[in-house]
């Protein structure tokens, strides 16, 4: 468990391009919800949901709130989870990346610092919904949301954000960023990992 952390699973993107609530997908007998929560309650004893109430209230029990300025996109549901952060830190995860390794965390803990955030990086470059970032920034968000930019890469840059290669490690496997945008990414992935899956409606 790593300290002064709450985990926040970003779940609150639209899945237009899914087709349905990707988060509630089945993969290898498990919803990608399931997944991601898993993973957060490894990282840290506190984990909330950033996403839809109505469609996660049976993520384990797991506290879920709304996105508090909707239509933001990820920078939102980041915001989100820092104003309903009961520690220093956040540990962001996103909910379409089901092999993501918990290793990852434990190798951006060791770099956290009080006014940047922690960013993994992979072999498809920055990995915004892949870090740890300190409650302190929410300021940062509020006042580039309020000029209603949510770049976020832009807004990395700007604080300076430490990043952690993760691509040069020996035994690096590229599925642990793999995520899931469209049905046919299910099988893919699958395939990558070889790991079973149902058959997708």
Known sequence: ?????????IAGG??????????????????????????????SRRTIIIGNPKELVSAGNIPVYEDLVANC??????YTALHYAKDKYIAVLPVDMPLLNLKIYRMLYPSL????PVVACSHNGLEPLISIWPVVVMKDLKEQIEKQ???????????DAIEIN????????????ENINYKKDIVSLKNQANIKVKNIK
Request: a positive charge.
């Open 166 to 177: 993760f691509a040069s490690l020996p035994d690096y496997k590229s599925h642990w960023f």
């Open 1 to 9: 468990m790593l300290a002064n952390v709450t985990s926040a699973l």
């Open 113 to 116: 610092n009080d006014q940047r």
């Open 149 to 159: 930019d949510f770049r976020i890469y832009y807004l990395l840059k700007k604080l």
């Open 14 to 43: 639209k899945s237009k391009r899914f087709g349905s609530p990707k988060e509630l997908a089945d993969f290898g007998g498990k919803r990608l919800i399931d997944y991601a929560v898993a993973t957060a309650k490894s990282i």
């Open 73 to 78: 996109g990820p920078m939102g549901g980041i």
